[in-house]
């Protein structure tokens, strides 16, 4: 099957769930849809996404941040929006944000809040992962946990994982 069409699939378990059940984006003006500097990383295959649809609202990079599966390195993409964007196409980071997939030192995936975001968004600043919506936790972890079947993804989000240790000593 297309990886595009995976996420496409993925995405729609998003479409009407959010972190709460009122727009967050009041409380911050939407800071996390600003379409500045920051950018969303895409996850292993998602380009295939913005390469099927082709959006004038989204832009792809390369960034430093990679990992290594089978002898092979891969960049890990970004996205960057103009800040207005079509909501049933986003990628998979903003549809998540502000949680954000762990894998812990046993192996097992947990949904963090993304420590990046505790700078930007103010539920990230306030909220343990029981303030967030049951059914949207639980959405994250099944998406993440059926990704991680792939053994490149698995091996992804071990880097990704590790990376976001850097951010974890410094906001914790």
Same mark, same amino acid.
């Given at each position: 099957?297309? *990886?595009? #069409?995976?996420?496409?699939? @993925?995405?729609? @378990?998003?479409?009407?769930?959010?972190?709460?059940?009122?727009? +967050?984006?009041?409380?911050?003006?939407?800071?996390? +849809?600003?379409?500045?500097?920051?950018?969303?990383?895409?996850?292993?295959?998602?380009?295939?996404?913005?390469?099927?649809?082709?959006? $004038?609202?989204?832009?792809? $990079?390369? *960034? $430093?941040?990679?990992?290594?599966?089978?002898?092979? /390195? #891969?960049?890990?993409?970004?996205?960057?929006?103009?800040? $207005? +964007?079509?909501?049933?196409?986003?990628?998979?980071? +903003?549809? !998540?944000?502000?949680?954000?997939? #762990?894998?812990?030192?046993?192996? *097992?995936?947990?949904? !963090?809040?993304?420590?990046?975001?505790? /700078?930007?968004?103010?539920?990230?600043?306030?909220?343990?992962?029981?303030?967030?919506?049951?059914?949207?936790?639980?959405?994250?972890?099944?998406?993440?946990?059926?990704?991680?079947?792939?053994?490149?993804?698995?091996?992804?989000?071990?880097? #990704?994982?590790?990376? @976001?240790?850097?951010?974890?000593?410094?906001?914790?």
């Amino acid at each position: 099957m297309n *990886t595009a #069409y995976v996420y496409l699939q @993925l995405y729609r @378990l998003f479409d009407e769930i959010t972190p709460v059940p009122t727009d +967050c984006g009041r409380l911050c003006k939407k800071a996390c +849809c600003k379409g500045d500097d920051g950018g969303m990383f895409l996850f292993p295959g998602e380009i295939s996404v913005y390469k099927l649809l082709g959006p $004038d609202w989204i832009k792809t $990079d390369k *960034t $430093d941040f990679y990992y290594e599966y089978n002898s092979k /390195r #891969y960049n890990v993409p970004i996205a960057f929006c103009s800040g $207005d +964007c079509d909501r049933y196409q986003r990628p998979l980071a +903003c549809r !998540i944000f502000p949680l954000t997939p #762990y894998l812990n030192e046993n192996g *097992t995936i947990e949904v !963090i809040t993304d420590p990046r975001a505790k /700078r930007l968004c103010p539920l990230a600043k306030a909220f343990f992962i029981d303030d967030y919506d049951a059914a949207f936790v639980k959405n994250v972890k099944n998406v993440f946990t059926l990704l991680a079947k792939n053994k490149q993804f698995f091996t992804f989000l071990k880097a #990704y994982s590790e990376y @976001l240790d850097e951010f974890r000593r410094f906001y914790d």
